[in-house]
């Protein structure tokens, strides 16, 4: 009788001490779970992917040494963590750095966080600039020269127009057609254009690391979807083999396409950035006024 008194009175100890949950706990908790399922999500499209199971292999025995007191399994797991932290940082370095760019990209940092005037000053793509480089494209996959044209958006390039030659000239058919000619000293690389210029050509760009992207594709594919995953370019590319031109955009590949859905692309692309209004908070008021 005494125990079961003991045992309602225990039960009424712990019912009347239960913590009180307020709203801001709720927020709290809610933020702490969207935050590790975007991260869950942002590791299974990487290779870490089979790292993040070697982790939980690895704390799952160090769990178990722990409970059944395997003193030496402890001592050894514990120290192979510690210095396994600092592995993962060096050896996953490339995955780290697209996540904070791809962070950088979000909509909030686009909206707001504008702090130079030169950024202001930016001009979206003019319909003569998407004619000329539809033009060229087309004439291109019709000879079957190969081409990698990268249009820079709101991520900047700076990076890896040095690794090319300066060219800073208006965007026309002829250059672009000129420039992609075999054995021609610019031919080789990719050119970039921003604010309806050639800013570079010849230039080195960033290959992915994808292992879903097709056999049959080649280096200048591979480069496309490689600066499609570090920025917000759009990337055009003719098939030297086949003449067939597919673009790239936010890490995905779409081929086989025609001069139609290259325009109406970039004309979006356009419209959508006229009529985005940019707060500029150092001067705390709105772009255009």
């Given at each position: 009788?005494?125990?079961?008194r003991d045992l309602v009175s225990q039960l009424k100890w712990s019912i009347m001490n239960i913590p009180s949950i307020r709203i801001g706990d709720i927020v709290d908790i809610l933020i702490v779970a969207y935050l590790i399922y975007k991260i869950i999500i942002w590791i299974k499209d990487t290779r870490a992917w089979a790292l993040f199971k070697g982790v939980v292999v690895i704390f799952s025995a160090a769990v178990i040494a722990y409970v059944f007191q395997l003193n030496t399994v402890w001592w050894i797991l514990s120290n192979t963590i510690s210095v396994g932290i600092i592995a993962v940082f060096v050896v996953f370095q490339p995955e780290f750095r697209r996540a904070l760019e791809q962070l950088g990209r979000g909509r909030f940092f686009s909206n707001f966080m504008i702090f130079d005037e030169q950024r202001e000053r930016e001009e979206s793509i003019?319909?003569?600039?998407?004619?000329?480089?539809?033009?060229?494209?087309?004439?291109?996959?019709?000879?079957?020269?190969g081409a990698l044209i990268v249009i820079e958006r709101n991520v900047k390039l700076g990076e890896y127009e040095r690794t090319g030659i300066k060219i800073d000239a208006l965007v026309t058919a002829?250059?672009?057609?000129?420039?992609?000619?075999?054995?021609?000293?610019?031919?080789d690389g990719a050119v970039i254009i921003k604010n309806n210029r050639v800013s570079a050509a010849t230039c080195y760009l960033p290959l992915t690391d994808s292992l879903e992207i097709s056999k049959e594709l080649g280096t200048r594919h591979r480069?496309?979807?490689?600066?499609?995953?570090?920025?917000d370019a759009i990337t055009i590319v003719v098939s030297e083999e086949t003449g067939i031109i597919s673009v790239t955009d936010s890490g995905s590949l779409i081929r086989n396409i025609k001069g139609e859905f290259?325009?109406?692309?970039?004309?979006?692309?356009?419209?959508?950035?006229?009529?985005?209004?940019?707060?500029?908070?150092?001067?705390?008021?709105?772009?255009?006024?």
């Open positions: 009788m005494n125990s079961l003019s319909t003569g600039t998407i004619e000329a480089i539809i033009k060229a494209v087309e004439h291109l996959a019709d000879s079957k020269i002829q250059l672009l057609i000129n420039i992609f000619q075999p054995n021609t000293p610019l031919h480069a496309a979807l490689g600066i499609s995953e570090v920025s290259i325009r109406t692309m970039l004309k979006d692309h356009s419209s959508k950035k006229m009529d985005r209004k940019k707060l500029v908070l150092w001067k705390g008021r709105h772009k255009n006024e």
